[in-house]
């Protein structure tokens, strides 16, 4: 492991020189950032990983039944489990998707898993990314230049090889493949995760395509190519949100959709990674039901559990956030990317009514969380050894059957006083071993 | 892969155009600057340069002209300027070319970035040189689409023969780089124009190219390739 450590400089040149990076938007301008590596992995063991592997399996199968259910019978709103308004509230429930059957059966075909651990070492979700997660690319190129560095790190010690994650993008691609090409959509290169989009689709083989490259005639998409040829599109692995990728379902001011292409996805004629409308099963204050969504669909016991979480909503989670809300950390159903999130630890007498003003007035837009005392992971900070908040992104595949890719993207915050790891806030990542034995 | 769409084909031929422009006039800014160095403050061979290129002369003096026209990326003309484009164009098509490939891109640009300044800049920019040798090395050996190579090396012969017909090299040189570029745009499907290539060959084909001629075959070389 020493001789993987001292070569954490060297691994972050090459990171550089592959161009691994994100971007983000500071003043109205574009600036490509590197995403700073710390060679220190997250290690997981063998026994925790196999709990870890079954939950995650468990949650996203219900998730996924969770969406067929909620765009056809609705019959989990009808059984009270969970409560109609919160889900039509909801502005990740898309009423031009009712109906809908993606080939398969499959919604989310790869999902985000957000998790940390505590310090007794139990696993919390976080919340759930069903859309469009980003992020396994840089423990997939990580691994690639550790292995460079440190050989014998790897020889020595039983690390499940993780770079299988285009095989495993490419087989769930293929699986709901409608008859043509694999295709990654990509907004461009001035979108923050464009070096993910162009990556994955060099390693997985897909076209990566604009929407100037695609259009749609007589049902079916196409991808023009530069002699005037087209080629049928069988799966689409969009890189854009919902609103955007057709303008004549959703945004009418979007430029970056391909039109008529929810007409084409409702005929069966291509699979859309992941499906339009999977915003309602990671909304925050859904989150809150995905427990009783296992036992309903799977009548099974959950195996990860929530973060202990309150719903503003009702009126008794209410009146605790009220009481407690110096001690809770508040999230808008809304945010993402470690926005919308506030600390009452952090929030002075005026700011703390402030919140209970806008909670009272708004208690759907709002989740409130106890605080879960993460357990560090430690990180090289000016040749030192230090802790660091960090949490973990757990990417499951769904196509023939639902995998959990072994491995996973570990962000961990910079500023020892905060718990935010987003990268866009400045946040570094490791490398997620998982033990094979 | 197979499908190459209209943008991609673009930024291809640009790619070549704009990697081919560090690098030919790298190789004539050494020359340049060797014959600077035996000049006094307020030299004459810059301007000259200028002018052979067609970029406007906004340098005060020598020591500005090699600082600026090198490493200020906000000058269009500079060779930090060109090598942002050149990345700008390849930076779009990693899966057509593969991560190998840009790395060497990326690290032309680290180059130029971290030699700013520097005094002695025909020693600190000869990796360029073999950054660039590398990149077309590893397009060779990692780009497996025939056609994405041969688009490129399309936009490079294409910046190679209008840079020396600018740069007044002679006849033979510049008969070669015509025919590689004639050999390399068969290899491709894109379309040309096949009047103007004939024209350009009749006039590089000439003992003597009196100046207004060489100015149409500079802008006809630009043309000939009709799918940008």
Redesign the interface.
């Known amino acids: 492991m020493k001789s993987l450590l001292d070569h954490t400089q060297e691994i972050n040149k090459m990171l550089a020189r592959y161009g691994v990076k994100f971007g983000i938007y500071k003043n109205n301008e574009f600036k490509e950032q590197l995403f700073p590596f710390d060679a220190i992995p997250r290690v997981i063991t063998h026994e925790e990983y196999a709990e870890l592997e079954a939950g995650l399996i468990q949650r996203v199968d219900a998730l996924n039944q969770f969406l067929k259910d909620i765009y056809t019978e609705k019959q989990i709103i009808k059984d009270g489990v969970v409560p109609e308004n919160f889900v039509f509230s909801s502005s990740g429930y898309l009423p031009e998707c009712e109906g809908v059957i993606p080939p398969k059966d499959i919604y989310s075909h790869i999902s985000g898993i957000d998790l940390v651990q505590a310090k007794d070492r139990s696993w919390f979700i976080l919340e759930d990314n069903l859309r469009i997660p980003s992020g396994a690319s840089y423990p997939l190129i990580a691994r690639e230049l550790s292995r460079r560095a440190s050989p014998e790190t790897f020889h020595e010690n039983a690390i499940v090889d993780n770079r299988n994650y285009h095989q495993m993008l490419r087989e769930t691609m293929d699986y709901v493949n409608c008859g043509g090409i694999n295709v990654i959509m990509t907004p461009g290169r001035y979108n923050a995760a464009y070096f993910e989009h162009s990556y994955l689709a060099e390693k997985s083989g897909a076209v990566l395509a604009m929407c100037s490259d695609l259009f749609v005639e007589e049902n079916q998409l196409f991808y023009r190519d530069y002699k005037g040829k087209h080629q049928k599109v069988g799966t689409l692995y969009r890189r854009i949100s919902d609103e955007y990728i057709d303008p004549m379902t959703f945004n009418k001011e979007s430029v970056i959709g391909i039109p008529n292409l929810m007409d084409v996805y409702r005929a069966g004629n291509v699979a859309i990674i992941n499906a339009p409308g999977n915003g309602i099963a990671d909304d925050k204050g859904i989150y809150y039901f995905v427990p009783k969504m296992i036992e309903y669909y799977l009548q099974e016991t959950p195996i990860l559990k929530n973060a202990p979480t309150y719903l503003p909503f009702y009126e008794e989670d209410r009146k605790y956030v009220l009481d407690h809300l110096e001690t809770l950390v508040v999230k808008d159903v809304a945010e993402a990317g470690g926005y919308g999130v506030v600390f009452g630890s952090d929030m002075n007498a005026g700011e703390l009514e402030h919140w209970r003003e806008l909670i009272q007035r708004e208690s759907r837009r709002f989740i409130a969380q106890e605080v879960i005392d993460f357990l560090d992971l430690d990180i090289m900070e000016k040749g030192e050894r230090v802790p660091r908040k960090a949490d973990l992104r757990a990417f499951v595949l769904s196509g023939e059957t639902t995998k959990v890719w072994a491995s996973g993207l570990t962000r961990f915050s910079r500023n020892p006083d905060s718990f935010v790891v987003n990268s866009s806030q400045g946040g570094g990542f490791k490398d997620t071993w998982v033990l094979s034995r | 892969?197979?499908?190459?769409?209209?943008?991609?084909?673009e930024h291809l031929y640009w790619l070549g155009r704009y990697t081919e422009r560090v690098f030919t006039t790298l190789q004539k800014f050494f020359e340049v600057y060797d014959n600077m160095i035996d000049e006094g403050i307020q030299g004459k061979v810059y301007p000259k340069y200028c002018e052979c290129l067609s970029i406007p002369n906004i340098y005060t003096s020598n020591k500005d002209f090699a600082m600026r026209y090198l490493f200020d990326k906000k000058n269009p003309d500079s060779l930090a300027g060109n090598m942002e484009r050149a990345y700008?164009n390849g930076?779009?098509l990693?899966?057509e070319l593969?991560?190998e490939v840009?790395?060497y891109l990326?690290?032309s640009l680290?180059l130029l970035a971290s030699a700013a300044g520097s005094g002695a800049p025909l020693f600190t920019l000869q990796p360029l040189v073999d950054d660039i040798y590398a990149f077309w090395g590893c397009v060779d050996d990692e780009v497996d689409n025939r056609e994405c190579r041969n688009i490129m090396k399309v936009g490079r012969r294409v910046e190679r023969l209008d840079l020396y017909l600018r740069l007044s090299y002679g006849k033979e040189e510049t008969g070669k780089e015509l025919s590689k570029l004639i050999h390399r745009i068969k290899e491709t499907?894109?379309r040309f124009n096949e009047e103007k290539l004939e024209r350009v060959i009749e006039i590089v084909n000439q003992d003597e190219i009196a100046k207004e001629e060489r100015r149409e075959a500079v802008r006809l070389v630009g043309e000939i390739v009709e799918?940008m």
């Open positions: 892969m197979g499908a190459i769409s209209l943008e991609k084909v700008d930076i779009v990693r899966e593969s991560s840009l790395s990326q690290m680290d499907d894109i799918v």
